[in-house]
């Protein structure tokens, strides 16, 4: 879960600014040998593709702040994140693949790295191949369910993760709804939120804020590593050599990378990344056929779906976008909402004499997302000076993002109302607002791009 970070280390340790300030920093990098005599590998794809692992180790971090951000006990060196992040080879898109940590494996041979004893391959759940032959072993076991060749192995801990964010001075964070988790400490009201390195922990770790349990917590790392991305391309840092420095520092002081990934890969990404964006990045989970598939001896894992799966990663090998181009809409960015509008179902009625507004509104209110009735009708009584929505309280949440786009409208209660929200159209109605789902969509293998789950400008 640590590894929204690593992406950093290409981004911001590659910038391009040159060996004058990246002189030395090789030395401090802590290297793993991760691809020592592999053999029979996948076959090379365009672009590059760096396998990033997130481990809870917590060495750096005070006794203090491991008490407020809820990080007692041993450290267990487990990966509890693994991504794929592939690298364009024009350097115009980074697409970000997530791994289950639950999912069904089997593994190669190989001889384990605490006892020495030779294995035959076996199955297990992904995230126990590190602790059974670390970081070879966890590349050999994702190159053979991916057939994508690993170029390159960051591995990324806790301390890494919040010195990170405090350089950057932050990451910008919203929720259309409270999250709270009593596990991580984590409680953030809804809204727009700064958070430093500690809050920033606590929310990709945050496991317990629904059902949805990892599916849910892989959405919001991807949020996570966009806003990050959104902050380094923004802020000047690039183009700040001190700030660059320090923030490069900060990355790679606590990280292991593979022996290959030096210096002088960083700069010629950087070169080539200079415009990189949150548009210019794609996020996904690879997609799940089977939850709670159950395997003696190891437990409940998640069974990937084998021809989606295929699919995506022929898109890796080949260097294709995951998801078909989407232009992005004009106008203003929509207003993020706590429930998507497609679940929502809406009977509009024309308060006014005005003829065809009823259509006019369900029209604007369908084309945002809602799933109206698409029969508006005419109220009674035409002369209503104000729009009123009235909702069941039961279903309150989808009557906050229905009012979010009729700005200036009316809540009403209406106990035993139903499901069906109503919208009264009163002639102080102006215009319907765009809408979007405040949460990118948890489904494995949906698609979605960096500058779609960012916060608006302010």
């Not at 990080?71 to 991504?83: N, Q, S």
């Not at 592939?86 to 494996?105: F, K, N, T």
């Not at 806790?158 to 964070?173: A, C, E, H, Q």
């Not at 009729?406 to 106990?415: I, M, Q, W």
Request: hydrophobic content about 35%.
């Amino acid at each position: 879960m640590r590894a929204v970070t690593a992406l950093s280390a290409v981004v911001l340790a590659s910038a391009g600014i040159g060996h004058a300030v990246l002189t030395g920093l090789d030395a401090d990098i802590a290297r793993v040998d991760a691809f020592r005599d592999m053999k029979n590998r996948p076959r090379a794809g365009a672009g590059t593709n760096v396998l990033m692992v997130g481990t809870d180790g917590r060495d750096g971090i005070g006794e203090k702040e491991r008490r407020a951000y809820r990080l007692g006990g041993a450290a267990c060196h487990c990966t509890d994140t693994i991504m794929i992040v592939h690298l364009s080879e024009d350097r115009d898109r980074a697409s970000v693949v997530s791994l289950p940590r639950d999912s069904y494996a089997e593994t190669p041979e190989h001889v384990d790295a605490t006892t020495g004893e030779r294995h035959r391959g076996h199955p297990l759940k992904l995230n126990a191949a590190y602790a059974e032959g670390g970081p070879q072993l966890t590349v050999r076991t994702v190159e053979k369910m991916t057939g994508v060749k690993i170029d390159h192995y960051l591995e990324v801990d806790f301390t890494s993760f919040m010195r990170t964010v405090d350089v950057l001075g932050g990451v910008r964070i919203c929720t259309a709804q409270r999250l709270k988790d009593s596990y991580t400490g984590l409680d953030l009201p809804a809204g727009s939120h700064l958070l430093t390195g500690g809050q920033a922990l606590q929310y990709v770790r945050s496991r317990h804020l629904d059902g949805a349990s990892d599916l849910s917590r892989m959405a919001r790392q991807q949020r996570f590593l966009a806003a990050l991305v959104d902050r380094a391309s923004s802020s000047g840092i690039l183009l700040n050599p001190l700030r660059f420095r320090d923030v490069t520092r900060a990355v790679l002081g606590s990280v292991r990378a593979d022996r290959g990934f030096g210096t002088d890969d960083l700069l010629a990404l950087g070169r080539a990344m200079r415009g990189f964006s949150p548009s210019s990045s794609e996020f996904t989970t690879v997609p799940i056929s089977t939850m709670g598939h159950a395997v003696k001896g190891i437990g409940s894992t998640l069974k990937w779906d084998p021809e989606r799966s295929r699919r995506l990663f022929d898109a890796l090998r080949e260097d294709r976008p995951l998801a078909a181009h989407r232009s992005r809409p004009a106008g203003p960015a929509p207003v993020r909402v706590p429930v998507d509008p497609r679940r929502i179902r809406v009977q509009v009625e024309n308060g006014t004499e005005t003829d065809g507004l009823g259509r006019r509104v369900d029209d604007a209110l369908h084309a945002t997302g809602f799933g109206t009735t698409r029969t508006p009708s005419n109220a009674a009584d035409r002369t209503a000076g104000r729009t009123v929505i009235s909702y069941d309280p039961r279903w309150d949440r989808s009557a906050a993002s229905l009012h979010a786009a009729l700005p200036g409208s009316e809540l009403r209660a209406v106990k035993g109302q139903g499901a069906t929200l109503r919208v009264l159209v009163g002639g102080d109605f102006e215009e319907v607002v765009k809408v979007a789902p405040a949460d990118p969509p948890q489904e494995s293998g949906t698609v979605v791009r960096g500058d779609e789950v960012v916060c608006g400008k302010e």
